[in-house]
């Protein structure tokens, strides 16, 4: 009896302890995680002042308390904020060894969360010194990162940034729908909300879309903004000010810029839209002198910097870039002479016409200066008569007959003047004619030039045109019809499609810039693309190996957004990967794709396909931005919704039916406009 009851108390006393570890647990539990919350208010702070050594201290301590707790998240976050000051204050190659410790860090332990805060770091750097694409794909790696791992946080960020870069490349369009998206996240920050806003309105700025623009300018004065951003409301109420005429309003507006270069622009701009031309020359030329002024710092800089911290294979990129660069240059070069020896050429037909003036009123002298002469002889005649009378009647008066042999003297030499005056002039038009001939002949040299450039150029198109196909098939099962209008002699949009048994392949796809560059990057495009359909590989494996392909000889940086997709005839479905590209419209409505990275710029990149489980009965419809982006002579744009609103209108028209009434719909918006971009459509209709 006495050992249970032993038994029993040394159980109380257990439990007692137990409790009392537990208390005292949590409430360590609780004093770090106030202290992590102090820390953090504290690192905000200093990273919004710019304090980077009281930030340095700070995330240093709130590095020790994450540890301590297990907050890895707060953890990078803060090492994050760390870097991105690092780059401002020390330089680049520091920050880019704390990214690659960051990411050891996180491959050593597995943390997820880290390798999306160094790909997200990255892209931030990236962004800061003028590399786009590089940012642009990193930023798309991190919103995967958080798609697939760690869906309850915010990807605002990730696409403000992304709207940001898009605005910076006048994709308007795009730039919009990035904002957008970051709108939508339910866990957006106001921050991150009033930037969104910004962007949009911007978008719309550049537009030139004055309706949408007040709509959107109204939903941001709904949002206070945060002191920071100072830079983006400037540029907001700058557009505000342009759209609705008050121009000297913008120019005093765009005197608050702390960046000279943002300041420089907006002027200029201003002045542009003003129609100042005179102030926008100035300005302009003030504005690209500071450009580059900037970029030559800038790439001295980066010169040292990359000599020193990139290996061998990163330098033979850095020197092939550069060799495009020049290539690039000289081509431009031969274009400013083009266009200099056409500007030569008008002046040589101006210059002519000048000169059939001056000979036309030449010949009218000579004809005056003729009448003159028989009104002289005529003269001459009167005198003589008159002298003779005199002579018969008043033989006596030798006064009057020496008066008169003075002015016959005086007459006389009048003539002479009179002829050596002529004499001169015939000389000069001699000297004018063989003027004109030398002018004639520089004029046909030209044109001769002129004429080969041009026939090299249509056989180029002829050539490039050939590698599409031109003939589509007439089948009960389904209906397919494509067209594509390049915007210069030769472009870059391509597509494609060819029946192997029961299923059928596709693709449409839109080249990075314009012309020969671009032409020549497309047929490299549809060979790749052809050869591994052919192989049987789906449409993600299809985009994985172009890819690879297109990006580990890319010499030029270019890159091709495509949709690749196949359709089984006999059931309808559709599997389909969206490499950058716009998304398509099924029954006039947008398709939901996923928003894989262009081909061409980055290798090893992982690709997400798609599938669509039948579209028989319906229309699908393909499409590059050259359609959204056409824009007539008053700047305005096509855009996505006239472009909808179209093709549900005319559902129930064949495949060919729909693509010539966009073409004809595109063609009258624009009218006498230069075409800016490239426009091919594709449409299918299974059946």
């Not at 798309?140 to 910076?168: C, G, H, N, Q, W």
């Not at 996240?185 to 623009?213: E, L, S």
């Not at 050939?466 to 494509?482: E, G, K, N, T, W």
């Not at 012309?515 to 192989?535: I, Q």
Request: include cysteine.
């Amino acid at each position: 009896m006495k050992s249970d009851s032993t038994k029993l108390t040394t159980c109380i006393l257990l439990i007692c302890l137990l409790w009392g570890i537990c208390q005292h647990t949590a409430k360590a539990q609780d004093i770090a995680n106030a202290q992590i919350e102090q820390l953090k208010k504290e690192m905000y702070h200093q990273f919004n002042v710019d304090d980077f050594e009281g930030l340095r201290k700070t995330v240093k301590q709130l590095k020790e308390e994450c540890t301590s707790v297990g907050d890895y998240k707060t953890y990078y976050k803060a090492w994050g904020n760390e870097i991105i000051k690092i780059k401002s204050h020390i330089g680049r190659p520091q920050a880019m060894k704390e990214i690659n410790a960051l990411r050891d860090f996180a491959i050593q332990h597995d943390h997820k969360f880290g390798l999306y805060t160094a790909t997200y770091t990255t892209a931030y750097i990236l962004g800061q010194i003028n590399d786009r694409h590089g940012a642009y794909v990193n930023y798309l790696k991190a919103a995967d990162y958080l798609k697939r791992y760690f869906p309850e946080e915010s990807t605002a960020p990730i696409y403000v940034s992304l709207s940001t870069l898009t605005l910076s490349e006048k994709k308007d369009t795009t730039a919009i729908r990035y904002a957008e998206a970051a709108l939508k996240d339910p866990q957006i920050t106001p921050t991150h909300r009033y930037m969104a806003r910004c962007c949009i309105c911007t978008a719309w700025g550049w537009i030139g879309n004055v309706g949408k623009f007040d709509e959107a300018y109204a939903k941001l004065k709904a949002i206070k903004a945060p002191p920071k951003e100072h830079a983006r409301t400037l540029i907001v109420e700058i557009f505000r000010a342009h759209l609705h005429g008050q121009h000297d309003e913008a120019i005093k507006l765009a005197h608050q810029f702390k960046s000279r270069q943002n300041y420089l622009l907006y002027v200029y701009k201003t002045y542009e839209w003003a129609g100042d031309y005179k102030k926008t020359f100035y300005a302009f030329k003030d504005y690209r002198w500071y450009l580059d002024s900037v970029n030559h710092r800038d790439l001295r800089q980066q010169a040292q910097l990359y000599h020193s911290e990139l290996d061998v294979a990163r330098a033979e990129n850095e020197s092939k870039e550069l060799r495009l660069a020049n290539k690039r240059l000289k081509l431009e070069h031969m274009a400013h002479e083009l266009e200099n020896e056409r500007l030569e050429v008008e002046a040589a037909k101006l210059k002519l016409q000048n000169t059939n003036i001056e000979l036309s009123n030449a010949a009218i002298k000579l004809k005056n200066d003729s009448l003159q002469q028989q009104t002289q002889h005529a003269k001459l005649n009167e005198i003589k008569s008159r002298m003779e009378a005199q002579q018969q009647s008043e033989h006596a008066h030798h006064i009057l007959i020496v008066a008169a042999s003075i002015i016959a003297l005086i007459t006389i030499a009048y003539l002479l003047f009179f002829l050596y005056r002529r004499h001169r002039q015939m000389k000069r038009l001699e000297s004018m004619n063989a003027q004109l001939q030398t002018a004639y002949d520089q004029l046909e040299k030209t044109t001769t030039a002129k004429e080969r450039i041009e026939s090299e150029l249509r056989i180029a198109r002829d050539i490039q045109m050939s590698m599409l196909p031109q003939v589509f098939p007439h089948r009960s099962d389904f209906q397919l019809y494509a067209r594509m209008t390049p915007a210069k002699a030769v472009g870059g949009d391509l597509y494609d499609f060819f029946l192997q048994d029961n299923l059928l392949y596709l693709c449409i796809g839109d080249v990075s810039g314009k012309g020969v560059p671009a032409s020549m990057f497309m047929s490299v495009a549809v060979k790749l693309f052809r050869t591994f359909a052919l192989e049987g590989y789906s449409p993600v494996e299809v985009a994985t190996r172009m890819n690879e392909s297109l990006a580990a000889d890319n010499e030029n940086g270019m890159f091709v957004t495509m949709f690749i997709a196949t359709v089984d005839l006999k059931t309808g479905c559709m599997n389909y990967c969206n490499a950058g590209h716009n998304p398509p419209l099924l029954d006039g409505e947008f398709m939901t794709v996923e928003p894989n990275a262009p081909l061409g710029l980055w290798r090893e990149l992982e690709f997400v396909g798609e599938h669509q489980n039948s579209i028989k009965g319906r229309s699908l419809f393909l499409y590059t931005d050259g359609i959204t982006e056409a824009e007539n002579e008053h700047k305005d744009q096509y855009g996505e919704d006239r472009m909808q609103e179209l093709l549900k209108k005319n559902l129930h028209r064949s495949a060919q039916q729909t693509i010539d009434c966009i073409h004809e719909s595109v063609s009258q918006f624009v009218g006498k406009a230069e075409p800016s971009d490239d426009i091919t459509k594709l449409c299918l209709k299974l059946i």
